[in-house]
């Protein structure tokens, strides 16, 4: 096992900025997963990481059978000086493990025929993360993402999906003006001046939502491209609702008339 004691070391430097730089992760096709549930679930979802990164002076049964599981697939384990490890891990209180894991899902083929969630310049990690979960909650299997949203793999969205991204393809960086027209199944997008409530809609198909900007919404261009606005009911004491709230209504909702 490797152990690796300065901070000017290349990997370490490697490390550093898949933790902290979109651009680089883009680039390497790689990103980092931290923690027990984290690593273990990739285990048992995915298959096995480019390297298992332990911090030096951990000692946890959990983190020991995740160790022994990456001996047994002969994954390459590298072990780093505490005060080092601090510097890469992107979370303040550290489990002291972390896999460096292949973007699985950039290079998947979009499939025009299946229920999708289409985000169009979602910020906020924490957003993109619930949404990811309430996908999978909900049996949606393919979310596309525009070029001006977060990056799915980042480590604070993959923290705030909680391993939802390993039963999911996601598709990066598209042109949404280019793809939307290409769906074969309705496509519905959420409106404060629609007048067809989501409860009065017909959702017992395969369904593509469209989901925008927290601040903004779905972007003019994209919105043209739509023909079934719908409204979630809701007070008037309430201007709107969080775009991670409003996506999970609208998936739950589709999932219920399903049944």
């Not at 460096?100 to 289409?118: L, P, R």
């Not at 993360?129 to 993402?145: D, N």
């Amino acid at each position: 096992m490797q152990v690796i004691s300065s901070n000017k070391n290349i990997f370490v430097k490697k490390l550093i900025q898949l933790s902290s730089s979109s651009k680089a992760r883009r680039k390497q096709g790689l990103t980092i997963v931290e923690g027990i549930h984290l690593t273990s679930e990739y285990l048992k979802k995915v298959g096995s990481p480019e390297y298992c990164i332990l911090a030096s002076d951990i000692d946890n049964s959990e983190i020991n059978d995740i160790v022994l599981e990456c001996q047994k697939r002969k994954v390459k384990i590298i072990t780093i000086e505490q005060n080092i490890y601090t510097k890469i891990s992107p979370v303040v209180t550290s489990a002291g493990i972390m896999f460096v894991i292949k973007n699985t899902n950039s290079a998947v083929d979009i499939n025009y025929e299946i229920g999708t969630v289409i985000l169009d310049g979602v910020q906020d990690a924490g957003n993109l993360g619930t949404i990811l979960r309430s996908a999978v909650a909900t049996g949606v299997k393919q979310i596309i993402c525009s070029q001006n949203t977060v990056s799915a793999w980042s480590p604070k969205v993959l923290r705030a999906g909680m391993g939802a991204h390993y039963s999911l393809n996601i598709i990066e960086n598209q042109n949404l003006t280019d793809i939307v027209p290409n769906f074969k199944v309705p496509i519905f997008t959420t409106s404060l001046k629609a007048t067809n409530s989501i409860y009065q809609t017909n959702l017992s198909g395969e369904v593509v939502w469209i989901f925008g900007n927290e601040g903004q919404g779905v972007s003019k261009e994209v919105q043209a491209l739509v023909t079934n606005h719908i409204i979630i009911p809701q007070s008037s004491n309430i201007e709107s609702l969080n775009v991670a709230m409003a996506a999970t209504i609208c998936m739950f909702e589709k999932m219920r008339q399903s049944l």
